[in-house]
């Protein structure tokens, strides 16, 4: 027996309209809401997505070269140039010549920027384990894993 009931929330309240229950719009929403976290945190540390990437990436790997820091993060290496020269301004990086390749630049973070790198990750964990409070932990690398799956099938991403 069917139910001539309409159980859909009423008109103007979130997930009224049926776009509103599409995975896509629940995925830009979800996102929205971390961006938002996420670049408040950034501004606050006055610190762009770039110098957030490497600043993990190398607290992550130790030094690197500035080309190998440029593929690891995404971005062009002439666009490396200006962001490295703003972290090496700001005391978080320090950039010297490779003794073995004269040409090449290796960056490694200061003590500043281990400092900095500790403080993104705890704060990132922060916000992650905030936007993530109603789901039990299950849920969560089960959410963690779906992620995975869709941005991996949808080629290379930074």
Not at 120 to 136: C, F, H, M, T
């Amino acid at each position: 027996m069917t139910s001539d009931v309409d159980d859909s929330p009423p008109p103007g309240t979130p997930g009224a309209l049926g776009f509103q229950r599409t995975t896509s719009w629940l995925l830009a929403g979800a996102g929205k809401l971390v961006l938002q976290r996420w670049t408040g945190m950034l501004a606050r540390l006055e610190l762009t997505s770039s110098q957030f990437k490497l600043l993990l990436t190398l607290d992550e790997t130790g030094p690197l070269g500035q080309q190998r820091l440029a593929d690891l993060i995404g971005i062009d290496p002439r666009n490396a140039v200006p962001i490295i020269e703003t972290s090496v301004a700001q005391g978080l990086l320090i950039r010297q010549v490779d003794p073995a390749d004269r040409r090449r630049r290796v960056l490694e973070l200061t003590p500043t920027g281990r400092r900095r790198a500790t403080k993104l990750k705890s704060l990132s964990a922060e916000i992650e384990d905030e936007l993530l409070a109603p789901l039990d932990p299950a849920d969560r690398i089960a959410l963690r894993r779906m992620l995975h799956a869709l941005l991996d099938a949808s080629g290379p991403h930074s």
